[in-house]
C-alpha cells in the first residue's frame, strides 16, 4: 500500500503518520477500489484503473480512463453536486483519484434493488431526470469537446467489447452493428457517461448518485439512454414477476429524461436510442461481457430471439423496443 499511502500524503488529504485501514471493495471488472478508514473519523473511497480487466475475455483498456472519469465526476458535481461523490484529489500519473466514501446503509445500489424485486419507477424517472440535465448541461459544448476527445477509450471500453465482438458472432447482423459502430463514433453531441447501469447507481436520499465515469467520451448521448435501459429489459430474466413494474420504470425513465432533456429534438434522439438498445440487449448475452444473472440457454435465446429483428429491421421508438420485449413475461 505504499504508494497509495504515498498518494494520500502528497495531495494533502492524510499526513503520513494519521493511521489507516484499506478495505478492498467489491464493484465492477475494470478497476481496483478501496475504502479507506482513517484515525480521524474520515472515510474515502480511492480508485484505480487497471490496464487489463478482469474479464474471462482478453480485454484490454488505456488506463488513461481514470483522467477522464475524475474530469467528468468534476463536471457533473458542477451541475448536480448530489448526483456524485464529491471528487476529493487525482494523481493522473499514478491512474488513482479521491472521492467521498458513501455509506452503503443509506446508498443502496439500484442493480441490488431491481434483483430482489424492489422495482420502484420514481427512481428510474429520477436517473432519467439528472441524465437529461448532465446531457443538457454538456451538450454542443466545445470545452467539454477538447476536453473529453476519449473516442479510443470508449472504442476499447464499448464498441468493441460490446458491439463489434457481438458481430463477430452473429453474421446475418454484423453489417449492422459495424454500421451502429461507425454512426456512433461520429457523433459528438454531448458529454456521455458510458456506464449508466444499475450496479453504477446509489439510490440516495437527495436522489440517484452515478458512479464509475471510465468511459466518460464526448459523443452521442443515445448511447447512455440505451445503456441503462437495457437493464431495465435484462432484469425480467432473473425476476420475471417485476416484468410489470420494470416496464413501469422504463416508461418513467423515457418520460423523464426527454422532460429533461432540452438539447435538440426528441425524434432523433430517441431513434438513435431505439437503435443501440436491441444491439446492446444482444451485447450483454454474446458480447465480451455478459451479465451474470443470465446463466440459461433459454434465457440467452430469448434474448436473441428478440434482438436479432429489431436489430436487423431497426424500429423509431423505444416503447416499439419495450413492446417487444415485456409482454413475454406477462404470465409471470
Known amino acids: ?84 461523490p464529491q471528487p476529493l484529489a487525482h494523481d493522473e500519473a499514478a491512474g488513482l483519484f479521491a472521492m467521498q466514501f458513501l455509506d452503503p446503509a443509506d446508498h443502496p445500489v439500484w ?6 424485486g424492489q422495482v420502484d419507477a420514481t427512481t428510474a424517472a429520477a436517473v432519467g431526470s439528472a441524465l437529461g440535465l448532465l446531457h443538457t448541461a454538456s451538450a454542443q459544448r466545445e470545452d467539454l469537446a477538447r476536453s473529453f476527445d476519449s473516442g479510443h477509450n470508449f472504442h476499447a471500453l464499448r464498441l468493441e467489447p460490446y458491439l463489434l465482438a457481438t458481430a463477430a458472432r452473429h453474421p446475418t447482423v454484423a453489417g449492422r452493428l459495424e454500421a451502429l459502430v461507425q454512426a456512433t463514433a461520429a457523433r459528438r453531441e454531448a458529454l456521455v457517461h458510458g456506464d449508466v447501469s444499475p450496479k453504477n447507481i446509489l439510490v440516495g436520499p437527495r436522489g440517484p448518485v452515478l458512479l464509475d465515469a471510465e468511459c466518460a467520451w ?40 426527454f422532460s429533461a432533456a432540452r438539447f435538440q429534438p426528441r425524434d432523433a434522439l430517441e431513434a438513435r436510442a431505439a437503435v443501440l438498445l436491441p444491439a446492446l440487449l444482444l451485447a450483454r448475452i454474446d458480447g465480451k461481457s455478459p451479465v451474470e444473472y443470465v446463466t440459461h440457454d433459454a434465457q440467452k435465446n430469448l434474448v436473441r430471439r428478440v434482438a436479432l429483428p429489431l436489430i436487423a429491421a431497426p424500429v423509431d421508438e423505444l416503447q416499439d423496443v419495450a413492446d417487444a420485449w415485456y409482454p413475454l413475461f406477462a404470465a409471470a
Request: charged residues 20%.
Open 218 to 257: 464526448y459523443g452521442d448521448p443515445a448511447f447512455d439512454i440505451a445503456f441503462c435501459l437495457n437493464h431495465l429489459l435484462l432484469k425480467c430474466l432473473p425476476v420475471p414477476r417485476a416484468a410489470a413494474a420494470l416496464r413501469e420504470s422504463f416508461d418513467a425513465f423515457v418520460a423523464a429524461y
Open 111 to 116: 442493480k441490488a434493488q431491481l434483483l430482489a
Open 1 to 84: 500500500m505504499n504508494e497509495l499511502d504515498g498518494f494520500l500524503a502528497q495531495c494533502g488529504l492524510a499526513p503520513e503518520d494519521l493511521g489507516r485501514q484499506w478495505t478492498p471493495l467489491a464493484g465492477g471488472v475494470s478497476s481496483d477500489i478501496w475504502r479507506v478508514d482513517l484515525d480521524d473519523g474520515r472515510r474515502l473511497c480511492v480508485k484505480r484503473a487497471l490496464p487489463k480487466l478482469k474479464v474471462a475475455a482478453d480485454w484490454q483498456a488505456p488506463v488513461s480512463r481514470n483522467a477522464f472519469e475524475w474530469a467528468w465526476i468534476r463536471f457533473a458535481a458542477g451541475v448536480l453536486p448530489q448526483a456524485v
